[in-house]
């Protein structure tokens, strides 16, 4: 169940990325609204990572939801934000994403 809580606690952070991104282009009340979603998804994430960590060694917890909201936060600039896909990006999220896997298997 633990890590479960870590993984909804990176979407969170990956949530709190896109308001962020968000605010950046839009004005008046749709602008706090997307900043009321920014400090609601980080305080999500937040608190969902303290209990994960409870229970999860802190040293697989930290990383596994930095890298989440790492690999969230560029898929999310590509995808909304148009941000560049070329390979070297792509290589070292890929490459992120290995050594998360790896810490879990240690």
């Known amino acids: 169940m ?8 990176g ?14 282009t839009t004005s008046g009340l749709e602008l706090y609204c997307w900043w009321g979603g920014f400090i609601l998804a980080l305080m999500l994430s937040m608190i969902l990572m303290a209990k994960a960590a409870h229970s999860l060694p802190l040293s697989t917890v930290y990383p596994v939801w930095t890298g989440i909201g790492a690999v969230g936060a560029v898929l999310v600039g590509i995808l ?17 994403i290995i050594s998360i896997i790896g810490l879990k298997m240690i």
């Open 2 to 9: 633990n890590w479960i809580i870590l993984i909804i606690a």
């Open 11 to 24: 979407l969170m952070e990956v949530a709190f990325t896109f308001c962020l991104g968000k605010t950046k």
């Open 80 to 96: 909304f934000f148009n941000e560049p896909a070329f390979f070297w990006r792509i290589f070292f999220i890929t490459t992120l």
